[in-house]
């Protein structure tokens, strides 16, 4: 069966997947990066990864991958297939595409960055199906965005299109792994909602999830933190829909899965700041941590669409 090799390269772990031509999951594996043995030996994981990704293909499906998608967090440069930066991999300029492209037997492969390749399987079969215009925004460890427009993903000219997180909320705000101050990631990502709520609570071991859940059982020093949180991320987000005017605005992330105790309070607050912007649907992403590694078997197929058409 024609299938291709989907990778999202985490900070931590490796999500994969072998994609039939209709998106179907056809496997699924998972393997720690190795991060622990440098950035050179991340590399090597992830051949091997691969490598045995298209045995699995040829020995279960009768032929081995056609292409290959892989997404990497940090910055990248899709066109040249390179992985030009990324900091919790201690990568600089690896160039991934032609490595696994050689360990794959020459099948061409795609590189897209691990936020915007999640963004395009949102758009195309996840929270943002049918919308032309949506950002999409994962509240993780960090904040960023992915820009949809027409079902593709708008990049920028340098590959940092999106960068909401680092949009300044409160200048007065709290300093930011960036090295600005007061951007809506060091306000309302779920590691600062876990770093709050570990301070209010007293319990260094509390995180987002069970600020969260604080909430939700009414606790006032967790309403406290999560209002603070709602409130940045609200500004960031306003800021956002001035400069893009979305139909929709999809929030993903860990701290999403919070569900209405997050977006009741968040859509009121979006709502209270906007003057003339036209509002948008704000809705919870739908494909959850899988959106990477889905978006990576899109950016394969549509290689070799392109391919053909060519
Ligand atoms: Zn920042």
């Known amino acids: 069966m024609r299938h291709v090799i989907a990778l999202d390269v985490g900070g931590t772990g490796m999500k994969a997947a072998l994609v039939g031509a209709d ?23 992830i051949l091997d990864f691969a490598a045995d990704l298209r045995a699995h293909g040829i020995a279960h499906f009768g032929e081995s991958a056609v292409a290959a998608g892989v997404a990497v967090p940090g910055i990248v440069d899709a066109e040249r297939g390179m992985a030009l930066y990324a900091a919790n991999l201690g990568w600089r300029d690896v160039p ?24 395009l399987a ?4 996840g929270a943002g199906k049918g919308s032309d215009r949506f950002f999409f925004v994962p509240l993780g460890t960090g904040i960023a965005g992915a820009i949809g427009i027409d079902g593709a993903i708008e990049a920028g000219a340098h590959g940092y299109a999106g960068e909401i997180g680092h949009v300044v909320v409160r200048p007065d705000g709290p300093v930011c792994g960036c090295g600005q101050t007061g951007c809506m990631e ?9 770093r709050a709520w570990a301070a209010a609570s007293g319990d ?10 604080a909430v939700a059982s009414g606790d006032p020093r967790a309403a406290a933190v999560w209002a603070d949180a709602v409130d940045a991320l609200a500004a960031g987000l306003v800021t956002a829909l001035t400069l893009l005017d979305p139909r929709r605005l999809i929030i993903g992330g860990g701290l999403a899965e919070a569900g209405e105790t997050l977006f009741t309070p968040l859509r009121a607050a979006v709502e209270e700041r906007v003057t ?11 494909l959850g941590d899988t959106a990477g590694c889905l978006g990576a078997g899109l950016l394969a197929w549509d290689l070799l669409s392109t391919e053909v058409s060519a």
């Open 23 to 45: 998106g179907a999951l056809l496997y699924e594996a998972r393997r720690a990066t190795g991060r622990e043995r440098g950035p050179d030996a991340i590399v090597e994981t």
């Open 96 to 119: 991934l595409r032609d490595l696994l492209g050689a360990r794959l037997g020459g099948v061409p492969v795609a590189l897209g960055h691990d936020v915007r390749t999640g963004g």
């Open 122 to 125: 949102e758009g195309r079969i």
């Open 186 to 194: 060091a306000l309302a990502s779920a590691a600062a909602v876990t």
């Open 204 to 213: 260094p071991e509390a995180d987002a999830a069970d600020c969260a859940k």
């Open 276 to 286: 003339f912007q036209k509002l948008p649907e704000i809705v919870p992403a739908a």
